[in-house]
C-alpha cells in the first residue's frame, strides 16, 4: 500500500483528533442558584463529575465512533492505494518502441488481442496513472512540482524522439503516449537513451581542493517498452545508477513469414530480360509454404510457391537463426517495369506480421550506354570498359576530344576522362574523371606526397554499396582536397588523409571524381575497381543496368538529384498529401525521416532524367521504400537487452500494476459510522 497525500492527512489528523478530544473534556459553566429541594442533587453532582476538566474519560459509544468516523475520513485524505509494483524515484522515463515489429499481433491487454505497441502504451499508461501526485502543502513549501513523480516519453524505431519533455503533468505524459503510432522502420535505440541522458540534470561535487569534479547524469527509472529485437542494444549505455526496466512484449514464439531480399537484374546478353530475386524468412519451428505473387505495372504476372525452411527454434539465450528461403521471377520488358512482391501463406500457418509481407522495386527501362574514353595513355580502364556491354565505346586522345568539341557538343551519354581533364570548367554533360580533380565544382587540391588507404566509404549511395573497399586499396600518393563550404559535392569514399572520392554537380555537368591517380594504386587489380567504374557510369547515364534503381528504407532520408532546372517539387508520401520540396543548386532535394514502407512519388516541372516519366507536363519518379530487415521480421521477442552495461532481463511484473485505489472505500465507511452514530445518539435520547 501507497499513500498520496500522507503529510496532509498528518496535518488534518494534527488538528481533528485533539479537538474531537477536547470536546469531551470540556466542563459546563452554571450559574449558582439557591432551591429549597434537594431533589436534583444527584444528578447535579453526576454533571460535575462528568464535565470536570481533565478528569479521565469514561467509556463512551458515541467518542469511539466519532473517533472512528474522523479516521476514515483522515485515511481517505492520505489517498491510500495498492499496486503490485511502484516506480521507483521521481525521476522515469518512459521509452516506447514503434518499430515495424511492435505492429505484430501478438499483444495481450485484458484478454483482448492487440498489437504489441497498443500492449505497451496501455501499460505506459497505468504507469502514469501510479505515479505520485504533489499536494497542495507540497506547493506551499516546495514549488508546483514538489513530491511529485516526473516522467519523460521518449518513442523509438531507427531514431529517437522525444514525445513530452520530464514534467509531473499527468495530462501530458497521457496526451504523447495516446500520440504514439506504428512506424514501419526498423529498431535503433542508442541515440533514443542518449536523449533520455540529455535531459538528466548535471551533478558536480567538490573535490579536496575546492574545485568541481563533473559526475555522470543520472537518468532515473527507464521503463522500456519493446520486443526486444534492438540491432544496436550493445551501444546503449545506462549509466551506474540508472534503473532499467525491461517490460517484454509479444511472445517468445510468434511465427511470422516475411521478405527479407528484393533484387533486379537485367541479363548482360539480353537486356530486356529482367529476373527479380525475393528472399524470404520464417521463424515458425515447421517448415512453411508460401505463395509469391508478382504484380508488373499493376497487374497480376505470376504467382509462385516457395519453401521456406523451420527456425532453429525460440530464443532462448543462445544464437539462434530463423529459416530462410526464396523464389526467382524471370520475365522480358525493355521499359520500365513497377514490381510488386506480395507474400501470402499458403499452409494456414501463422504470419503475426504484415509490414513485411509487401515489397517494390522500381526498374529503369533497358538501355545501352555510348562512352567516349578520354586518355593519354590509359590500359586498365580501357581493359575494364570493352567487358561491359555498353553501345558505343569510343577511346580519344585529349587532342581528339578538343578537336570535336570544336564543332559542338558530343553525343555520348558519359565521358571518361582518364589522367586527364580539360582546362576550365566542364562542359554539359556526364563525367567520370579519373586521377584529376575538375574545375567548377569547389574542390581546392593539393598533390600528395604520401601514401595511403581507403578507409571508410559512402555504402548507402548506388555507386558505392556493390563495392568493398576497407583494406583492399593501397594508394601511392594521395593527393589533398578540401571542399568548399558552397560546393555542391558528396564525398563517396575517404583515405586516412582525406576525401578522395566525390559525387558532385554544378548548374551544366554532373561528375563522379576519383581525385587520386589509379594507375599509382593496387586498385585496378582488384574487382572492386571494375565493378566501381560500371557503377559509376550507370548512375551518370540514368541506368541501373545491374539492379533497380535506388532504394530507401522506412526510418531513412530521400536524398536524390533531380535535373537542374526543376521547380515545383512534390513528394507524395504513402497515404499523404502532396510536400513542397526546394531543390538545391545542383538539383538535389531531400526529405526525412520516411516513416511508411510504399512507393513515394516525386513530382517536377522540368526536363526529365533517363528513366524518369512525363504525365500532365510534369516529370515524375517513383523511389520504393521496403522493410527488408531480417531482424524485424524476426518477430520472436528477446528475454533479455544486451546492453553495454550488462543484460538485462525483463521485468515479470512489469513497471507499473494497475493501483487500486482505496479512499472511496474509507469515505464510504466514514458515511455508514456516521448514521450508526445518528442512531445510537437518537436511541440514547428517547430512551
Known sequence: MSWLTPGLAAIAAAIAIP???????????????????????????????????????????????QLLVLAAGLLALAQPMLSEKQSAGDRNVIMIDRSASMQTEDGQWKGKAVTRLEQAKREALELIDSLAEPTWLDGVFGGADAGADKATVIVFDSRGEIRQPMTADKGLLRLAVESIQPSDAPTSASQAYRLAIAQAPPRAVPDRDGT??????????????????????????????????YNEVGERTSANIGLTGLRAERSFRNPRELSIFVGLVNTDTKKR?????????GSLASVRTAEIAPATG???????????????????????????????????????????NVGWLVVPPSKKLKVALVSPDDFFTSLALEGMNLALLDKLTPEQYEEQTQHGALSYDVVVFDGWVPSGSLP???????????????????????????????????????????????????????VGNDAS?????????????????????????????PDASSWPFDVSYVVFLASAIDSLGGVTGSASSGTIQPGGTLSVRLPIGARDVTLTLPGQNGIQLE??????????????????????????????????????????????????SDVRSAPVLPFASGDIAASQQGSSASPRRLWPWFLLAALLICLFEWWVYNRRVYL
Open 428 to 482: 554539359a554533360g556526364n563525367f567520370l574523371v579519373l586521377g584529376a580533380v575538375p574545375e567548377g565544382f569547389g574542390l581546392q587540391v593539393e598533390p600528395g606526397t604520401g601514401s595511403g588507404e581507403i578507409v571508410d566509404w559512402d555504402e548507402e549511395s548506388p555507386i558505392m554499396r556493390s563495392i568493398e573497399l576497407g583494406g583492399r586499396v593501397t594508394i601511392a600518393r594521395v593527393p589533398t582536397v578540401r
Open 489 to 517: 559535392v558528396e564525398v563517396l569514399a575517404e583515405t586516412n588523409v582525406g576525401p578522395v572520392i566525390f559525387d558532385m554537380a554544378n548548374a551544366r555537368s554532373r561528375a563522379v571524381c576519383v581525385a587520386f591517380d
Open 583 to 632: 531543390p538545391a543548386p545542383d538539383g538535389r532535394v531531400a526529405y526525412g525521416p520516411i516513416p511508411r514502407a510504399g512507393i513515394l512519388k516525386l513530382s517536377w516541372i522540368g526536363s526529365a532524367a533517363p528513366g524518369d516519366t512525363v504525365e500532365d507536363g510534369r516529370a515524375e519518379r517513383l523511389i520504393p521504400v521496403n522493410l527488408l530487415d531480417s531482424l524485424e
Open 212 to 245: 568541481m569534479i563533473n559526475l555522470p547524469p543520472a537518468v532515473g527509472t527507464v521503463h522500456f517498452w519493446s520486443d526486444g529485437r534492438i540491432k544496436d542494444a550493445r551501444d546503449v549505455v545506462p549509466g551506474p545508477e540508472d534503473l532499467v526496466v
Open 19 to 65: 479537538s474531537l478530544l477536547i470536546l469531551y473534556f470540556l466542563k459546563l459553566r452554571r450559574r449558582d442558584v439557591e432551591v429549597s429541594s434537594t431533589l436534583l442533587w444527584k444528578r447535579t453532582v453526576h454533571d460535575m463529575q462528568a464535565n470536570a476538566p481533565f478528569q479521565k474519560l469514561r467509556k463512551n459509544l458515541l467518542l469511539f465512533l
Open 289 to 297: 509454404t508460401v505463395d509469391v505473387q508478382f504484380i508488373v505495372n
Open 314 to 356: 525460440p530464443v532462448s539465450g543462445g544464437q539462434d537463426q530463423p529459416g530462410t528461403g526464396g523464389v526467382v521471377f524471370r520475365f522480358e520488358r525493355a521499359g520500365r517495369a513497377v514490381v510488386e512482391v506480395r507474400v501470402k501463406p499458403s499452409d494456414g500457418g501463422d504470419d503475426l506480421l504484415a509490414v513485411d
